[in-house]
């Protein structure tokens, strides 16, 4: 039986944190942000502008080509940034998409790391969204 905390450790491993100025380098180069938070979260704090919110939940159904839910924004061949509320979500999500076998995955972490930096915020256009 595997734990949580086993889990976590595996994809803290596998999956390299990133800081706010790494970020925006990787970014200005063409990577792809993705906010695994769910569709409330987002809709109450906005969202990292540029980034694709795939909720934790569907993350496997759309990082997946042969899946008829897959988001076109992702490919493996691009480098990826996830980020959630605090880190944890976003880290077992880089390691699925390692899984997955996308080969470049950061974790920001929280959301509100980047916010805090003066990272720039897409804010919701509709409450709840």
Known sequence: ?????????????????????DARHLIEQGAL????????????????A????????????????????HDKHLGK?????????????????GKVLKDLGYEKVFNLGAFKDWAEAGGAVEQPIERGM
Do not use: H, W
């Open 1 to 21: 039986m595997t734990t949580l905390k086993q889990m976590m450790e595996a994809a803290n491993a596998a999956v390299p944190r990133v800081s706010v100025d």
């Open 33 to 48: 942000v993705i906010d695994v938070r769910d569709a409330p979260e987002v809709g109450n704090t906005g969202k990292i």
């Open 50 to 69: 540029g980034a694709v919110n795939i909720s934790r939940g569907m993350l496997e159904f759309r990082a997946d080509p042969d899946s008829p839910l």
């Open 77 to 93: 061949d691009r480098p990826v940034i996830v980020y959630c509320a605090s880190g944890g979500r976003s880290a077992l999500a």
